[in-house]
């Protein structure tokens, strides 16, 4: 029936990923996991697949191209949805996608870290817009708080120290990437609640003085018009972490 269906068509995908000779074939494949994803009667048995299988290869290298990121982002989507999935199963940490995430998320020597954070710290550059970071944070974001959900003990020790380092950064004249700006905060929140760090006063004084260290900044350019409703969230996002 359509459970036989869904797991067949799941490995299919994930199997033509592991074999493909091109972008293409890893974004059809893509294609085909997320519209399996949006079925109202998914069965929880898919995301015991072998999902690392096909994916985790694209985690442990970095994007060469303009392709590749746009390849990598599909990819960190479609987990994205698989995230939301698995959150809302009460034995989420029983199946092999949970497992996987989980290792990686945990594991600080994983290659997608020196992409976060090489990411992490050109974000402010005014020329680039880099479309890959967005998706990496929410990622990131996603991933921690699913992880913090099921297991008791989380360690995240590597993504929090990116994050404040990016946020330590002396080189803020002025905050560009506002939008980027307002992910590094949701995703440092979301880290240091998962790692149950945000009681921790040191963690915080820490914070707030990144915080205010910015804040010149930030307030320059909330100043123009269009920043106003951004700025409002991102102080938002700096409230939840200092209350």
Not at 141 to 155: E, R
Not at 203 to 211: E, G, K, N, R
Not at 215 to 220: K, N, Q, R, S, Y
Request: hydrophobic share 45%.
């Amino acid at each position: 029936g359509m459970v036989a269906n869904d797991l067949a068509l799941t490995e299919k995908a994930l199997v033509q990923i592991s074999n493909a000779n091109g972008h293409g074939d890893v974004e059809q494949a893509l294609f085909l996991l997320r519209e399996i994803m949006q079925r109202p009667s998914l069965s929880p048995e898919i995301f015991d697949l072998e999902w690392q299988t096909g994916l985790e290869t694209f985690f442990n290298v970095l994007p060469e191209s303009p392709n590749d990121e746009e390849t990598f982002v599909l990819i960190l989507d479609t987990l994205m949805m698989a995230i939301n999935h698995l959150k809302l199963f009460d034995d989420a940490s029983d199946y092999k996608l949970y497992q996987w995430l989980h290792s990686m998320i945990t594991d600080n020597k994983q290659t997608v870290w020196k992409l976060f954070k090489q990411r992490c710290q050109d974000y402010n550059k005014a020329e680039i817009y880099d479309h890959l970071l967005p998706s990496l944070l929410r990622f990131v974001s996603s991933s921690v708080l699913l992880i913090a959900f099921f297991s008791q003990s989380v360690s995240l020790g590597h993504v929090i120290q990116i994050l404040s380092n990016t946020l330590d950064q002396d080189n803020q004249a002025e905050v560009y990437q506002l939008s980027s700006l307002k992910l590094i905060l949701d995703c440092l929140v979301n880290a240091m609640v998962a790692a149950h760090e945000l009681e921790a006063t040191s963690v915080s004084q820490c914070l707030i003085t990144v915080l205010l260290r910015n804040l010149t900044a930030i307030a320059l350019s909330f100043s123009s018009q269009s920043y106003k409703s951004k700025g409002r969230s991102i102080i938002q996002s700096c409230s939840k972490l200092i209350n």
